[in-house]
């Protein structure tokens, strides 16, 4: 095989999607984790993929799907193809991630091509292209962004971000306009994934000073047009931005966050991004809230991210490929770093894309020094990082694998905490879930989700009274929470509190006002109640919402049975067991309504 010939970028080419299959393989079977079921199990606007109104119109409330209108769509893809059946979702998500590191690996080589006089064989550019996006497809730390479900939101845009700097250098080679269409439609598709794309336009405008037209003014003097296209794609990121109201309230400047008490935390954040990068381990799925209380925590991680941003200054003049770099790693992580989030002050996935320029600067200065023998240390990188990756994602296998993990690893993250509590009580085990909830509510007294699982465990421990205390915390806290608006009805139906259930159950419907089930569990709080002609409007709108939610066309039948209408109740009855056979109150209450039916006669 000739060096340097197509055939070889297709032989690194098929190496990169090999390996990274390979590595993948054992995500297949992941469960949804974390806020996935919120995003997929719980959205009804991915249920029919060809109504893109409603598909492009994700569910507000701080959801990972908000105001990403292409991530809905392509969990509305899934949804068409498997339903909540996980392995279509994995398949994607590695297809996503397969393209990426293809995308990397042709951005790197066409670029050193630029830098560097071909050699004899024209070898070298592939070779170190493919050690810079193998090395970087294998990496553990991207497990986060492509067996994690929902992470898909970094991934997606990642690829889409790569895609509109392949697209333009492909452009400025050929000349050709598909191509400048193409790094445009994958401009506007990225800043509809994920907020992060933001930075895209600038950073192909740098990409074009550095390794096309040498300065800014002859970038923008050949390449004016496309540069004015990428930036207007800003229009409609800060339409979807502030659409979602700062993402739900979950991340802005005015979430009651000080800006200041924030940026101190992404000192070190930063310095732990580059470890990782560096020495993957300890892996954390979910690092919390980790507020800095002193400033000598804050110094020493200040004066080396300053150190690296000063030296990324100094290189765009003197080292601009260099420089390129370093300004690619910070604007990556500009956003997460510099708005200030309510729930995570480190989160691994982050460093999806930011990964690449760290990576690239590595093996360039490796390369730089050993030259050819280099390929081996970093295929040796490479099969090292693959195989942690194939480690890693055995801790995702399931809920409780992965929150005892993360616990294991912080013991004081709160939300990690009530996460395994709550594993902990699905598996019946309520002495040990009990420990882990309570730890969540000393941590964190005002975590909501920790409240109200509290409130879940003392139910089931028969203690609903006083559950009763803990819900209502919850909802001072947080009083738009649907799952507490609705255990707390149920609680208050055990307790014979009709009223206070009819207004929970009334708020659920408000939250939740696409749930058929929602609907069916007002109308049958406001029967018991007495309010029987209130009652059939929500059983109408339960099966309009869900024509085949046979428990809606029983306690429908009922509501009419009590109203003296048992030859109505009969056509609901029957269609209730039409739709599940198996319904035994369906058929004793038919049989109930056709007796009356027949005195009535």
Avoid at 371 to 396: C, E, H, M, P
Avoid at 430 to 454: F, K, S, T, W
Avoid at 546 to 558: D, F, S, T, V
Wanted: hydrophobic share 45%; proline share 4%.
């Amino acid at each position: 095989m000739k060096a340097g010939s197509p055939r070889l970028t297709v032989t690194a080419g098929g190496a990169i999607a090999a390996a990274t299959s390979a590595v993948y393989l054992n995500s297949f079977t992941v469960p949804f984790l974390f806020d996935d079921p919120s995003s997929i199990a719980d959205n009804p606007t991915i249920r029919h993929l060809w109504r893109f109104s409603r598909v492009l119109a994700p569910p507000h409330g701080g959801l990972t799907v908000s105001g990403r209108p292409v991530l809905n769509l392509s969990l509305a893809i899934n949804y068409a193809v498997s339903g909540t059946n996980v392995w279509s979702y994995h398949a994607l998500n590695l297809a996503i991630h397969l393209c990426a590191g293809l995308v990397l690996f042709g951005i790197v080589r066409r670029t050193l091509e630029r830098m560097w006089s071909r050699d004899e064989n024209g070898h070298r550019a592939t070779f170190a292209a493919l050690a810079v996006a193998l090395w970087w497809s294998l990496h553990p730390l991207q497990t986060e962004s492509v067996t994690y479900v929902v992470q898909r939101a970094e991934s997606l845009m990642g690829l889409f971000y790569l895609l509109t700097l392949y697209g333009f250098i492909r452009y400025v080679e050929a000349g050709r306009r598909s191509w400048a269409a193409v790094c445009f439609l994958s401009c506007m598709l990225g800043m509809a994934s994920k907020e992060v794309m933001v930075s895209a336009p600038a950073i192909v405008f740098l990409y074009d000073r550095t390794f096309v037209s040498e300065t800014f003014a002859a970038a923008w003097r050949r390449h004016r047009g496309l540069h004015v296209a990428l930036a207007a794609t800003w229009i409609l990121l800060a339409c979807l931005v502030f659409g979602t109201g700062n993402r739900g309230g979950t991340s802005g400047f005015d979430v009651g966050v000080g800006w200041t008490q924030y940026l101190a935390t992404q000192f070190p954040a930063l310095i732990g991004y580059l470890r990782l990068a560096v020495w993957p381990y300890p892996l954390v799925f979910d690092h919390g809230t980790e507020w800095v209380e002193h400033a000598a925590i804050v110094i020493p991680g200040a004066l080396i991210v300053m150190a690296l941003a000063a030296g990324t200054v100094w290189a765009l003049r003197r080292r601009p490929a260099l420089g390129f770099c370093g300004i690619f790693f910070f604007a990556i992580l500009a956003p997460t770093s510099l708005v200030p989030g309510m729930r995570q002050t480190m989160a691994e996935h982050r460093m999806y894309l930011a990964l690449a320029p760290v990576l690239a600067v590595a093996v360039m200065s490796i390369y730089a020094r050993v030259g050819k023998r280099s390929v081996i240390l970093f295929l040796a990188l490479a099969t090292g990082g693959g195989w942690l990756t194939v480690q890693r994602n055995q801790d995702y296998r399931t809920a409780f694998t992965l929150w005892s993990d993360t616990v294991e690893k912080r013991p004081e993250n709160a939300w990690a905490q009530n996460e395994l509590g709550s594993e902990l009580l699905l598996m019946g085990r309520q002495g040990e879930g009990a420990v882990h909830l309570q730890e969540a509510l000393r941590l964190a007294p005002g975590l909501a989700i920790a409240n109200n699982n509290y409130a879940n465990l003392l139910v089931q421990e028969g203690r609903p009274a006083e559950a009763v205390a803990y819900y209502e915390r919850t909802l001072r806290i947080t009083p738009d929470y649907a799952d507490a608006h609705y255990n707390l009805a149920k609680v208050d139906l055990q307790l014979n509190r009709l009223p206070e259930a009819v207004g929970h159950f009334a708020a659920v419907v408000r939250l939740k006002p696409d749930s058929a089930e929602a609907q069916d569990n007002l109308a049958n709080a406001l029967a018991q109640s007495g309010r029987l002609e209130e009652a059939i409007p929500h059983y109408e709108e339960a099966l309009r919402l869900n024509p085949n939610l046979a428990e809606a066309q029983n306690n429908w039948g009922n509501v009419l049975l009590q109203e003296g209408r048992p030859h109505e109740a009969i056509g609901h009855y029957e269609e209730a067991l039409r739709l599940k056979p198996d319904y035994a109150d369906a058929r004793y209450n038919l049989e109930l309504a056709r007796e009356q039916a027949s005195q009535k006669n």
